[in-house]
């Protein structure tokens, strides 16, 4: 139990029950003020644009794809049952779901080699050094990826130098070293702070109990550095999911993904009232992935 | 603190472990030393070295249309930053430090979900609710909109901070008579402060970053630098452009070693203080 | 709580309800006179489509933004690019306030039909006189009543002549079915655009490029999927430089794109145009013609006309076409362009070219099953 519930528990029994309820009222106003700027305004600049997104979905196209308040319909909530929206969510869940666990993969093993240092400040250095790359702009990086895989670029002249590979730049190999590049920093945090939080006297003990090295790692690091694996995998998955930038400039735009999709109906499709329903069909799904998660573990980043 | 013995791994897997590691980051910096060694390159065509020189930069400073947008982002990214710093510390102190308040719960969910929303639902939803409310586009509407997404982030990390912290600092305050706004300012404020800290640079880098948002809700005149080198970036591939990130990514690691060095000298006190509580 | 936010929610859907529009905008816009001011520019145009800033003076061209605020002193130009008219037509639709934008062809038929322009007040702009008269009465726009052609050019092929050589012609069948033996297959790359990948295919296939049959559209679509394979990438911006650098040999493009890289990267010792060409292949192709407009929900249309007559001025039209290469509509700036680019076919096709060339429409509704074509072919 917390300090401040053991204290509420001292002060319920205590003497005066009117002055009691005053001072509970009192906090409960204290707290109402200090979240009200914020809560008002993520009114004003969330939940309402959100609901406006929802009501949009059901509005009929103008000329200019702007969404009409008259003739309300289900069209483009139906449009999402057509087989290319289909196609496309599935195609862009795979590669959110692969992704995730590309970066699972090269990620848990950099986390555990970087929390299991000796000393904090090495730790820290090597966190830091982690986060660095990623003060610079997204958008350059990722065309510094772009010239480094092209038909000149260094990477391809050590592929054709060693003859492992050839041109490597608008292939889905690309794609997806420029995607594990930008998540990777999402799933190290999380791992590298569930592992340096793990009571290590128990991989000792299990050592002590004649566990071999994997199977001490298996049955015991594994599982317990899990609210890691879990936080880390949402926080990549969830952007993955929505992500087109990245796999146009490296993949060569050759494919369609949920987020290209929705931002042509703002554009090239001048179909606000689909893209509206397709992102907040998305989000409820993010939501119920979310949930998931939170049910699996409380424990928060 | 020294890691548990029960931590170290045979000397084998610990090599494996580190060549694994030490690939790694140079898989993380490669493109970045790309960058910043092409910027100082001779030749206009990015990727192929000409000799060195700083003319790149030169021509960056001069260079209206990218200074503009550079301006725009500052801009931009400090009153985002400022305000969403505000109002997420005070949500997080709501959200930790007080258990019972009319909505809370909605709150403690809606607080999440800017974290979680894609960035182009949260482009759309925006556009459609300036169109709606009939505010122009400008500069205003994408602050406004970075404000909205960064009050979560900033939430979210002091609240994890506010939770490491003994609430019993609090309360030892209060019985030797200082009212609330004292122990707010002398105790549990520089306790957070490392919180609070990252919570803005988080709120910094987001907002300096950001693309898809930005472009959806901007206006005449204000285009920021991510949007700018979006465009240019597709036309002219200039060292120009190198000399602009390796500037920023300067600007950036100076405010995080800072804020780090601040940090870790509060942690220390912090940890002192509960070895020589207990 | 609960009925406070209901309250806003309310409030909020009401106030969406009611539009915007000022229709201020035309009544000033009547009564602008030749030269006259009335506030700064918001001007919104293609990324690299004026000549201003360190590329005007690295092509030695004027610098279209320093020359007018020299010509009028209280006049400050804001300058702000967009890749698509699809964004810039978002941006308009939602309020925000240029003065001048610069559609294409068929968006100039969208937008007039959304009332999002306004009429033109050709007193303002005496310069007009010196368009070609076949851009006199265009057909999106009759009369140029709200809109100027600014540019034109042609959507075509550019190559390397190592791979492709186009004495004898070129078909569309060298991107969409090429030989199974050509040494360029992988290193092609289409244009990432709705109508005029499409449209290519299209015509290509026999069809308009404006056809409304869904049918054609399919087959259409169906071989852009096939021939995917063998490409390299979508690319709108900047495949010029992927041509260049030997990422791809064969490009869809636009011939002022291809035409300002060739002469960017020709030097003392490598003139580019014996290595790279354009050409515009035998079952034809587009054409279109970007036009200067006033949106309404502009706040100073009188300093928007001024620009618009500046781009007109002879000497100006000319800088314009020297700098982006794309063809002027302007025949009185026929004597201050390069006599290179007037000479080239790419740029000034043949009659007979003309001839198969076709420009675009704005076909509605049917747009969207456009974009789904184009979605499903990239699936």
Redesign the interface.
Known sequence: M???DQ?EQVEQEAVNPRLERKA?KQ??????F??A???V??TF??????I??YV?SFASRGPTG??RLEDWNFDSWSKLTEPLFREIALRSLWMAILNTALCLL?GY??A???A?????KTR?L?L??????????????T???R??L?S???ITQLGEWTGFWGQLLFTPTAVFIGLL?GY?PFVVLPLYAAIER?D?????AG?DLYAS?SAAFRKITLPLSKPGIVAGS?LVF??S??A??TPDILGGAKTTLL?NY??TQ?TAARN?PF??AM??A??IL??AA?ILYFRTDTR?? | ??????????PW?DRV??I??WM??A??????L??VVFSFSASP???RWGGFTLAWYD?ML????LMNSLRNSVIVALLSTVVAT???T??A???D????????GT?DA?????I??????MA???????????M???LGTIA??H??FN??FV??VV??RL?NM???ME?AAADLYADRWQAFRKVTFPLIMPGVLGGALLAL?LS??D??IT??V??????T??VY?????????TPE??A??TL??VM??GL??TS?MFQ?RADRTDRQRRRRKS | ?KRLLGIIAVL?LV??A?G?GDTNVQALADGCEAGETDGDL?L?NW??YLP????AEDAGVIDFIVEFEARYPDVNV??????SNE?ML??V??????DLVVPSDYMVSIMKGSDLLVKLNHDAIPGMVNLDPTFADPGYDSGNEYSVPYQWGTTGIGFNYDYLDDTEGLSWSVIFEPDPDAEYLGRISFLDDTRETLGAALKYLGYSLNTTNQAELDEASALIKSAKDDIAAFDS??YW?LLT?GDTHVAMGWNGDFLAEYDGISTDDFDAYEQYGYAIPDEGAAAWVDTMAIPTTAEHPCTAHAFIDMVLEPFMGGELTNYNYYASPNLAAEEHIYPDILEWEAVYPSEETMASLEFFEDLGDFEINYADAFAAAKS
């Not at chain 1, 906090?27 to 109402?32: K, L, M, Q, V």
């Open positions: 917390t300090l401040p204290h509970r906090e409960s106003w204290r707290g109402f200090h979240a700027p914020a809560y305004y993520l600049f969330f939940t309402l644009p959100l406006m997104v949009f702007k969404p090269i093993p950099f555990y080699w970087i299991t240092r000796a000393s904090q820290t090597l830091v050094g982690v986060l660095i790359p990623f003060w610079s702009n997204f958008l350059i990086r065309y510094a990826w010239m480094l092209d000149d670029g260094l590049y990777l793990l290590w006297t128990l991989v000792e050592r090295g949402i969830i952007p999911l929505g087109y930038v987020g929705i931002v703002f606000w893209g509206s992102s907040g998305i989000l993010m939501l979310t928060t980043i | 603190m020294t890691l548990h013995q029960g931590a170290a791994a045979r897997v472990l580190a694994n590691g790694i980051f898989f993380l910096y490669m493109p970045i790309m960058v065509n990015v990727g021509r001069g260079n209206e249309q505000i109002l997420g005070a949500a102190i709501a959200l430090r007080y258990r019972k308040w009319v909505g809370r709150f809606v607080v999440y979900l800017p979680i929303i894609p960035d182009v639902t759309v939803m925006l556009l459609l609710w300036f169109t709606s409310i009939g122009s586009l400008g406004l909109s404000i909205a009050i979560s939430a979210v609240r994890a939770a003994d609430p019993a309360e880098t300096l970053d693309v898809v472009s959806f901007q206006g005449p005149g204000s285009t630098l991510p080198v979006f465009g240019l970036i597709k036309r002219s591939v452009i190198n602009v990130s920023m990514m950036s690691v995080v070693l780090l870790s | 709580m909020a106030v969406a009611c915007g918001n919104y990324t690299a201003t800033g360190p590329d804001v300058y702000t690019q967009y890749d964004a978002a941006q639709d939602a309020g925000a306030s240029y911006s900047s430089t650098n």
